[in-house]
């Protein structure tokens, strides 16, 4: 079970709305998203919560570049969710590292419709490779410094984290109203 919401800060304080997925695809579809939550360019926070296996923050502030934090890549990646956040450049890699290099390849037989050994995607994990997506946190762990949530605290988060990020802000209200 999913949850992701919207948290927007402006001049009277946090304004929070829930949010459908559903129809973005892309870590930019996420950012126009939240900059549309705001119309003042104040910062937006994405939240998004997986029950209790991870959680990720996307910070937009205006037009800047979006600001990620992932508290567990691997759960995240088996995640539709969890991939929008899971960028090249969030993982360290460069655009298409995780493609099969074709000289590399081992061409068996498999490829023409034979049934691979069962134990043969263990090691992928939504289309990527398992040693592509480091277990436990990556992102700016920083993205919320500013409002009072320190690197530590927010890698110290698991449970429910969305919610004590509200809490934390003085949001916990206005969150739980569009839970």
Known sequence: ???????????????????????????????????????????????????GAWFGVVRVDGEDDPRIYVSDASAAARSSYGEILLTDELLGREPGDDDPDLDALDLDGTEDGEPE??????????????????HGPVG???????????????????????????????????LEAVR
Do not use: C, H
């Open 1 to 51: 079970m999913y949850f992701a919401a919207l948290l927007a800060r402006t001049e009277d304080g946090w304004e929070a709305s829930d949010t459908e997925l559903d129809d973005v695809e892309t870590l930019s579809d996420l950012a126009d998203l939240a900059r549309e939550a705001s119309p003042d360019e104040d910062t937006v926070l994405v939240l998004i919560e997986q029950e």
């Open 117 to 134: 050994p069962a134990d043969a995607d263990e090691d992928v994990v939504a289309g990527v490779s398992a040693e592509a997506v480091p």
């Open 140 to 174: 700016d762990p920083g993205l919320l410094d500013d409002l009072g949530i320190d690197a530590k605290e927010l890698r110290a988060l698991d449970g429910d984290a969305v919610n004590s990020i509200a809490d934390a802000l003085g949001a916990a209200d206005v």
